[in-house]
């Protein structure tokens, strides 16, 4: 299968990459990413010179380009998108742009070519808080708090009305936080890795006792890879790692595997909106296509950090430029720095 990926110069699209072009596989890729401050194509430097890999600089708000780039292609799967929360709440109107604009043009030029699978990698932000106790099954209704998970949501739905509409052949799956190699470290686990190497404070956000699922990227993949070759059109499948825990105890444990005291945690102030706990439901995807999370929380941890650890010139390369900028303005002083919230964006 000729496989059209969006997004795959980010963390998880380029992990994707690299699996389906691991010795053993049968399908080739066109690669189309904007390379924004997230893309990096030092992420596909072990496919770069793969005879399956095509690498097409676009944006996928750019129909024309987004065409030539998907004709010939036999499925997409869609990553590419602004996926960072925080900045969603900076700066929503790159969210908008890329993930509902961008989703819409991309179901467009797809049901043009008639393409025969359409993959849609959304989120479990998109389900809201999870009360104590509560898992998000497929069938729970969307309920977004940021502008990010709105935009995600609203792409999501784009998806199913063109499966209902259309007879379009779309398939959504919605994933818990990811963590592994090559994550951008505006996240929270590369963030704090990062800052540990450096003997830095680890900023907490709020009481530190929100919840989240963590799921390594290349279980996540796997997943993405069954739905895309085995799942059922005009479904959701929901995938999680089943590895629910505060982000107070994950930093905590951060600081025990690097060997780092715990003086190094600072309270900041809380993520306006900020969602408490997430928890998926993912009964589905293992029944009916077999796909269960392999890589133990503990066992990706420290492959994390001595990924980390090992490719310190990946680091410093990322976090130049743009990165430094957004970090100055934004959690420069994370005390005061959300107070910029009460600004309205500039456009
Ligand atoms: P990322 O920010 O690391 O990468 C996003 C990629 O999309 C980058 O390469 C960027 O250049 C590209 N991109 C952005 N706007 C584009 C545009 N307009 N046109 C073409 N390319 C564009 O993101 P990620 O963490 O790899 O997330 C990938 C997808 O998975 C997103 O859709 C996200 O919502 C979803 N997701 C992420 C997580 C997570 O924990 N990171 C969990 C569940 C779902
Ligand atoms: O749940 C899936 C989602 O996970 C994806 O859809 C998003 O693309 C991805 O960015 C991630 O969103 P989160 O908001 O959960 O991830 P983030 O790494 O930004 O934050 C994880 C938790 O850590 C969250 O509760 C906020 C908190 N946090 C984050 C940062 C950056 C802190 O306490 N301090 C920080 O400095």
Redesign the pocket.
Same mark, same amino acid.
């Given at each position: 299968m000729k496989i059209f990926v969006?997004?795959? %110069?980010? #963390?998880?699209?380029s992990c994707f990459i690299r699996m389906i072009l691991a010795p053993g596989q049968k399908h080739s890729v066109v690669n189309?990413? +904007?390379?924004?401050y997230?893309? @990096?194509l030092a992420n596909l430097e072990p496919v770069a010179r793969h005879a399956g890999y095509r690498f097409v600089k676009?944006?996928?708000?750019d129909a024309h380009a987004a065409e030539a780039a998907m004709s010939g292609c036999d499925a997409v799967v869609h990553? %590419? %998108?602004? /996926?960072?929360v925080d900045r969603s709440i900076y700066e929503p109107a790159a969210a908008i742009q890329?993930n509902v604009t961008?989703t819409f043009m991309l179901l467009q030029t797809a049901k043009k070519l008639g393409l025969a699978k359409f993959v849609h990698? /959304?989120?479990?932000e998109v389900y809201g808080d999870m009360a104590p106790g509560q898992f998000a099954t497929e069938e729970t209704h969307v309920h977004p708090s940021s502008p990010y998970s709105a935009s +995600?949501a609203s792409s999501d739905l784009l998806v199913y009305s063109y499966v209902r509409t259309y007879g379009f052949p779309g398939v959504i799956t919605r994933? /818990? @936080? @990811?963590y592994g190699p090559y994550? #951008?470290p505006e +996240?929270f686990m590369p963030l704090l890795i990062s800052n540990l190497m450096e003997d830095k404070p680890l900023p907490i956000y709020g009481d530190g006792k929100q919840e989240r699922d963590w799921l390594h990227v290349e279980d996540h993949c796997r997943g993405i890879l069954a739905v895309l070759e085995r799942g059922r059109i005009g479904e959701v499948y929901n995938i999680g790692g089943a590895d629910i825990v505060e982000n107070i105890t994950m930093a905590k444990a951060l600081l025990r595997a690097m060997g780092k005291p715990e003086t190094l945690l600072t309270y900041v102030k809380d993520r306006p909106g900020h969602d408490r706990r997430y928890a998926l439901d993912c009964k589905k995807i293992e029944t009916e296509l077999g796909w269960k999370p392999q890589i133990p929380l503990e066992q990706g941890l420290h492959q994390t950090i001595d990924w980390y650890k090992t490719n310190t010139a990946w680091i410093a390369g990322v976090r130049g430029g743009d990165y430094l900028s957004y970090y100055n303005k934004y959690y420069g002083n994370r005390d005061t720095s959300l107070d910029a919230l009460a600004q309205p964006e500039a456009n």
């Open positions: 969006t997004g795959g %110069a980010g #963390f998880i699209g189309y990413d +904007k390379l924004t997230a893309g @990096n676009g944006d996928i708000c990553f %590419a %998108a602004e /996926s960072h890329t961008g990698v /959304s989120t479990d +995600k994933a /818990s @936080n @990811n994550q #951008f +996240k």
